[in-house]
């Protein structure tokens, strides 16, 4: 069966930093496109970061961009989120995700992911 573990997540003060980390189990990771997306309370899971199976393409929500890094590390199936200047509104739950190469189709959108995690929480305090 596959699984994402999620783990790192955490209560830290708004400009400080996280890494979060998802190790995948059940496929063959490096196939995979990989992202992270985020849900706050009474939110929908939004988009935050996504790298492509062949480490070429990334995509970032504009909200993260150049406070997050996502990167893969095929060797050990897992995928990170770097989280640097983290604001009050990154709180949420953080889930990664999996899918299949959609060599067309833009890696932002959660409807194409197959699998995901349980999510692990984030918390930034003001």
């Known amino acids: 069966q596959v699984q994402l573990v999620e783990s790192g997540g955490g209560l830290v003060q708004a400009g400080g930093s996280l890494r979060l980390s998802c190790v995948v189990s059940g496929l063959t990771f490096g196939s995979y496109d990989m992202g992270w997306f985020r849900q706050a309370p009474g939110k929908e899971r939004e988009f935050v970061a996504a790298?492509?199976?062949?480490?070429?393409?990334?995509y970032y929500a504009d909200s993260v961009k150049g406070r997050f890094t996502i990167s893969r590390d095929n060797a050990k199936n897992t995928v990170y989120l770097q989280m640097n200047s983290l604001k009050p509104e990154d709180t949420a739950v953080y889930y990664c995700?999996?899918?299949?190469?959609?060599?067309?189709?833009?890696?932002?959108?959660?409807?194409?992911?197959?699998?995901w995690g349980q999510g692990t929480q984030v918390t930034v305090s003001s």
């Open positions: 790298v492509h199976w062949n480490d070429i393409t990334i």
């Open positions: 995700a999996a899918r299949g190469d959609r060599t067309y189709v833009a890696l932002k959108y959660r409807g194409t992911y197959e699998y």
